[in-house]
């Protein structure tokens, strides 16, 4: 993955919270991922006010924390890729991902161009990384599900395109280190839900997924001389790395001895050729179901990283599981889907 955008200052020892995601009171458990290590120094974002005083718990005991409902509708399953694509009659090469594999996947444009990528959480709800979002105004914004080649415009099923009304912004990213980088895009009318167009699982908050092998989907250049992007859907697979392991390789690149990776980070990658490059921020890191290969939950952002594709280098992605409880808020809202496709989107976790 080339570096998305330098981060200079790293000043963020743990999560910073939003003023939307308040503390419960000190005789209360929380979660061991918003639990004050250290004074941290807060942006002028942030709004944090949780007392020294409260008390880690295990993931198992925090108030909470839900498991995964397995449908969204009746007959409705999150995560359902396509293993063999949907279009037999498209010839895929190399890392290219089949027509309709991963149809969660989603193409970002700003005034008609490719700037990004996202993933379908809701049928009107979009999550994506915000540092790609700076300085570009939602109403130039669009949304395109079900896209395979940019460059075609012939495409069966053809792709569909919906306009963003809003957008937010975690109140604590920080653009220098990449903490908090995420953002949620509100569509002016969901998506029907069909065979290229569905929903990523969401993953359970504290859920970890060292040593996995898991992909990224999207479009982008997949190296750090190339020219131009891929405009076919690309995919890469790459393992998650530990935390510290990751830290001790950054800190042997230009990132040097001090640096301190933020608690809201994951490390994917570090292995040769075998990475996301620049174009690919905000797409999905997704690592399959333990008891279904064909299904999948969302790990990651992509975030940024060094170069690309450079061995021991691993590339950081923003740590889904932990915004879990931001992201909920926003998720309990009903759609009208057409098709008489009626959902809480709250159930969708």
Known sequence: MSRLWAPVVFSLACILLSDAHKCPSSNQCVPKENCRLEEPIFDLSSTIDCSD?????????VVGITQRPMTLSPGTLCGMSNPYGLDESRQVHGDQARPGQFPWVMALL????????????TPGLVLTAAHILVRKSR?????????WDLSSSAEI????????????????????????????LFLDSPFELKSHIQIICLPISGETFEGRRCTVAGWGKRSFSDAKLETIQQKVEVPIIDSLRCQDKLRQTRMGTNYQMPASLICAGGEQGRDSCSRFGGSALFCSLTD??????????????????????PATYTHVSKFKEWIDPHLEQVFSVPGDLVSSTSSLL
């Not at 005083?53 to 005991?61: A, D």
């Not at 919906?162 to 995420?182: C, E, L």
């Not at 290969?293 to 280098?313: D, H, L, S, T």
């Open 139 to 147: 109403v130039h914004i669009k949304v395109r599900a079900g896209e």
């Open 53 to 61: 005083s409260e008390v880690c718990c295990e993931k198992s005991n």
């Open 110 to 121: 700003h005034k008609g161009q490719y700037f990004g990528g996202g993933s379908l959480i």
């Open 292 to 313: 279904d290969p064909n299904r999948y939950e969302q790990a990651g952002i992509v975030n940024w990283g060094i170069e690309c594709g450079q061995e021991n280098i």
């Open 157 to 184: 099923p053809a792709p569909e395109e919906r306009q963003v009304t809003k957008i937010i912004s975690h109140k604590a990213f920080n653009y220098s280190s990449g903490a908090n980088n995420m953002a949620l």
